[in-house]
């Protein structure tokens, strides 16, 4: 093989790993995509299309698992939103089995926002804010997941639903905002316009009414 | 009329920019379910014998009429039918039923199988195979035959001999370095 062949060869393979270390790294996420889309919720699984636990599939007695999720801010226009969630507790006929396992969730690694068995909803009962996100802005829950070695046979490939809910609030980037993502003001090109129209309409008016003296 | 098209002008601007302002408050709410699933540790017992005119095993069945000194094909393995690996352990229990109207104790050691150790280490009443068994993975075989002792003697005459086998699995995860180390043993699998 030439040298010239060979280099194509290892950049071809250099490409080819590279589109795949995004999806072997990928985290779950819950992306804010503005009011037409609102949240969007990934990976999903073939349990439930929401579905952010991707690594907690076929746990064992003894396992401490990790799963993170990313939570973003992906609204095309330049929005600042604040973002909250809370759990929901276990779905009926799963809270025996989710009982048996504990969960904790971190902000960033940092502040706890809940650690209970998984069945519960314990400090996330209520709304708790993941923070200010502006345009293109993210932070990391860290989940862990740990099962007791106790757990018995009964458990064998019990399956648990558990709800989380997100919502959103949308605020106006005011001017001492960190400047972020496309700032082009449109509300105010829109309002411009419309006064534009209304004012050209007006004055027309005027002129035919003039006219018609 | 020029005040009245200003006063126009202005009431529209304040309340394009109201509807500016107001777009600015929105707010959305998405429950998404999570959902957590257990794993499995599952075996078959699987008991095969060779066929007596030769050919591939098939699976075990009864034999009448063996004789002192012969040997019966009864192959026992053990398969990983679940999703994660797994520890093996196997019991075997031999008992005779001595014709009806016969007198005294039956000799169990008459019966006896050709064990691999080299596979298989026996100990507490079981035999633990030596090996992890992967998902989808089938053991060395614990024994291929069994035997019957050419010293029995007219009162094993239309007795029946039974060998009954049962297998126990295990997870291997967070559950020591062997068979032997391993806990959580379950309930018996009679074949």
Redesign the interface.
């Known amino acids: 093989m030439s040298m010239k062949k060979r280099f194509f060869a290892l950049i071809a393979a250099l490409v080819f790993c590279l589109s795949l270390a995004p999806a072997a790294l990928a985290d779950s996420s819950v992306t804010y995509k503005g009011q037409a889309d609102k949240f969007v919720f990934a990976p999903g699984s073939e349990y439930s299309l929401t579905d952010l636990f991707e690594n907690f599939k076929g746990v064992m007695p003894g396992d401490n698992l990790t799963q993170q999720i990313d939570v973003r801010n992906s609204a095309d226009k330049n929005v600042k939103v604040k973002i909250y969630m809370r759990a929901l507790g276990a779905q009926p006929g799963s809270e025996e089995f989710l009982s048996q396992m504990t969960l904790n969730v971190r902000e960033n690694g940092g502040s706890v926002l809940f650690d209970a068995p998984a069945d519960e909803t314990a400090q996330l009962g209520d709304w708790v804010c993941l923070g200010t996100f502006y345009s293109g802005a993210e932070v990391t829950l860290d989940v862990t997941l740990n099962v007791p070695i106790t757990m018995d046979n009964d458990f064998q490939e019990a399956i648990g639903y558990l709800d989380w809910e997100f919502a959103v609030e949308e605020f106006p980037v005011e001017s001492d905002d960190p400047k972020t993502g496309d700032e082009t003001p449109v509300e105010l090109y829109i309002g411009i316009f419309a006064v534009s129209v209304v004012v050209i309409g007006a004055l027309l008016l005027t002129n035919r009414k003039k006219e018609e003296q | ?1 020029k005040k009245r ?1 200003v006063t ?2 202005l009431i ?2 304040l ?3 109201a ?3 107001s ?19 599952k075996i078959d017992l699987i008991e095969m014998q060779l066929p007596a005119d030769g050919g591939e095993p098939v699976p075990f069945e009864n034999v009448d009429g063996v004789m002192p000194g012969a040997s019966v094909s009864k192959i026992v393995t053990v398969k990983n039918t679940g ?2 690996a797994a520890w093996v352990r196997v019991s075997v229990a031999k008992a005779i039923e001595l014709r009806e109207g016969v007198a005294g104790e039956a000799d169990l050691s008459l019966v006896s199988f050709d064990v691999n150790r080299e596979y298989w280490t026996e100990q507490d009443g079981y035999y633990y195979y030596n090996a992890r068994l992967e998902p989808g993975a089938e053991t060395e075989p614990l024994f291929t035959a069994v035997s019957f002792a050419a010293e029995m003697g007219n009162m094993y005459q239309e007795s029946t001999a039974t060998v009954s086998v049962s297998a126990q699995a295990t ?1 291997v ?3 020591g370095g062997s068979a032997l180390e391993a806990a ?1 043993w ?1 309930a018996e699998t009679e074949a």
């Open positions: 009329m098209i126009l002008a529209v601007a309340i394009a920019v509807a500016v302002g777009s600015a408050y929105f707010t959305a709410q998405s429950k998404e379910t999570n959902v957590i699933t257990a794993g499995n540790v999703d994660n997870q995860v967070h559950n959580g379950p």
